[in-house]
């Protein structure tokens, strides 16, 4: 069975501090890994896919990065706009109509 | 560009009624995809439809549930005599293609079951 794992499962940090999220999955024939961020009471927000080990995609400050086994999303000098819950899914080959999701990190950028 | 619509936001049903979720994709999509997300738990695939036509239906409790998407209109999340284990935030997502292509959510409609 397909499984996601992302960690920690909150994270507080200070403007400015930069940190990485973790993202770990298990899945037989890895399609594509996405990154989503969704604020409260709103939909998940597409961010990165990613498709092969080695891979890494940029955007503002966050940059995402993929292995065999896990995928890691940094931040760099984070605001407090990029306080959020952010969540990892995989993707199969087969059955790739359907995304797989962990539970989500909730960031919080203190000011 | 409308994004993905979905009503009502809220809805509160009590036990034994029937809750009806739409979702109207974003204009131009034809793959139209149900999620449920229950308290401190992830998000969970339900039903991957196509226009008059349920592709996949693997997520989707066997009984008190079903979906359609018809030709002219919106999808529709039907759940029948609701209990109040139903009570969770329901998303809905559409994409141009499918497999591989990313997904547009809404902003989900969330169920309470009194």
Known sequence: ?????????????????????????????????????????????????????????????????????????????????DSATYLCAVQRIQGAQKLVFGQGTRLTINP | NAGVMQNPRHLVRRRGQEARLRCSPMKGHSHVYWYRQLPEEGLKFMVYLQKENIIDESGMPKERFSAEFPKEGPSILRIQQVVRGDSAAYFCASSLGQGGEKLFFGSGTQLSVL
Do not use: M
């Not at chain 1, 507080?12 to 037989?28: A, D, F, H, I, K």
């Not at chain 1, 989503?36 to 092969?52: A, I, M, N, V």
């Not at chain 1, 503002?60 to 086994?69: G, H, P, S, V």
């Open chain 1, 1 to 81: 069975e397909d499984q996601v794992t992302q960690s920690p499962e909150a994270l507080r940090l200070q403007e400015g501090e930069s940190s990485s999220l973790n993202c770990s999955y298990t899945v037989s024939g890895l399609r594509g890994l996405f990154w989503y961020r969704q604020d409260p009471g709103k939909g998940p927000e597409f961010l990165f896919t990613l498709y092969s080990a080695g891979e890494e995609k940029e955007k503002e400050r966050l940059k995402a990065t993929l292995t065999k086994k896990e995928s890691f999303l940094h931040i760099t000098a984070p605001k407090p706009e």
